[in-house]
């Protein structure tokens, strides 16, 4: 086993549905209309048989293709109802990931005192899931935050402690962007 995997106590969404949220997964890269249909799938399946956790997750995986296409008030709306049914369904992760998507959404549309709660909430959900592995993108949205608010010298601190959380997941790849000077 890796020694950087994580070994989630999660709850999980139901086999039929982790099944149609992995395709949708797949999809994402390479057509967002075929990855929308597995989420819709999955979350309808999910519905259907009562799975709160993979209702929430499919309710996530629909904000992120509606953030990626550009679509911020459609992932905004999704990520919301993804963050409460993960709430009710005690699923910190998926609440976590929609909290943080939430904080994004925020940044981008300028409203940083938003984002910074929403990214700060995130970052505690995610420490009481107990899986660090993702609190290294949330630390580095904060930073960015800081940085939009002119707050530079927290940006910093916060950008460094992006870089530790990261680390141990084998993720150098801000390290090394942050170590390239001209």
């Known amino acids: 086993m890796d020694s950087n995997a994580v070994v989630s106590t999660e709850p999980g969404a139901s086999p039929a549905v982790r099944e149609l949220l992995d395709q949708a997964a797949r999809a994402q890269g390479d057509d967002t209309s075929e990855a929308r249909q597995f989420a819709l799938q999955a ?3 999910a519905r259907a048989d009562g799975d709160r956790v993979g209702e929430a ?3 996530y995986r629909l904000a992120s293709l509606a953030h990626f296409e ?3 008030e459609d992932a905004f709306g999704l990520a919301m109802e993804a963050s409460e049914v993960a709430a009710r369904a005690d699923a910190k992760l998926v ?3 929609a909290v943080h998507l939430l904080g994004i959404v925020h940044y981008q549309a300028s409203n940083f005192s938003e984002a910074l709660d929403h990214c700060l909430r995130a970052l505690d959900v995610y420490q009481a899931s107990g899986d660090e592995s993702d609190i290294g993108n949330v630390l580095n949205t904060i930073a960015a935050v800081y940085h939009s608010m002119g707050d530079n010298d927290r940006a910093i ?3 460094e ?11 150098s790849w801000a390290r090394r962007r942050w170590d390239r000077r001209p």
């Open 95 to 97: 609440e976590a990931w």
């Open 161 to 171: 402690q992006a870089l530790a959380a990261a680390e141990p997941f084998g993720r």
């Open 43 to 45: 979350r309808v399946r």
């Open 70 to 72: 550009g679509d911020p």
């Open 157 to 159: 601190i916060t950008y």
């Open 57 to 59: 997750e499919a309710l």
